[in-house]
């Protein structure tokens, strides 16, 4: 759900976005959404993203898709490539197709410091780590910063796992102070990742864009797949490729749904 700052009622500050984002995303009493964008203009073309909880996100892949479509379609960004702020930095657009509309994004560099993650270790990462769940058996888990947090588990049965009890388990462990995004991945080939995702603030989402990156990044550095390939997600599919400068770029789709006004 995207909404612009600059036509917010007076009444509606800041502060108060946390708010509006449960209210909006409300599926009953709202519109129905995983997250809500507030589109900045001043002083710089910003993406400010908000879960359905109302919690703050720095970065949201499907978001900053759908954030490129709506700031052409509203005439806010004219040129076919510029910059996004987000809390997570500046990503950089590039519109690939006006109709249908296809975009690829810049994500940036992959981080992997217990600060950038909020997690206590020592060593240079929390790749290929053991986390012990509840019921006592350890699971492999990969944690990075790839425009949020996320950790990635590399799974062969998505369809039979419970995939939204053991998301939820692993994106509350007290080792994530700040919670984690959850990614469980199955390779299909060395250039197809197929990947569902539990969120932090959300829950089960039908598709995550910072994941896919993220889920791509562990599988290339582990062998598992090529430095490009095709995330299949729930609800259709995303383009990552890794580039030689280690920028992750994403390339998708946004489709409009509905305009409207909230009250
Ligand atoms: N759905 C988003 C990520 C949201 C991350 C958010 N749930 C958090 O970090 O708190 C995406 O497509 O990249």
Known sequence: MIIKERELSRHIRPSDYPELAVRMCDISTGAGADGMIVVRQDPALEMVFFNCDGSRAPMCGNGIRC???????????????????????DMVVEVTCREPFRVKINMGKPLFSSDDIKVDFKGENYLLRNLTLDDGTDIEINSLFMGTIHTVVFMDNLESADIPKLGEEICNHPVFKEKT???????????????????????????????????????????????????????????????????????????????????
């Open 67 to 89: 954030f490129a479509h709506f700031c052409k379609r509203e005439g806010i960004a004219t040129e076919d490539s510029y910059s996004v702020k987000t809390l997570a930095g």
């Open 181 to 263: 995004n959850v990614n469980f991945v199955k390779v299909v080939d060395h250039e197809t990742l197929e990947v569902k995702t539990y969120e932090r603030g959300v829950g089960m989402t039908l598709a995550c864009g910072t994941g896919a990156c993220a889920s791509v990044l562990v599988a290339n550095m582990q062998g598992r797949c090529g430095k490009q390939a095709d995330v299949l997600l729930k609800l259709g599919k995303l383009s990552i490729s890794i580039a030689e400068d280690g920028n992750v770029y994403m390339e998708g789709p946004s489709v409009r749904i509905l305009d409207g006004k909230f009250y």
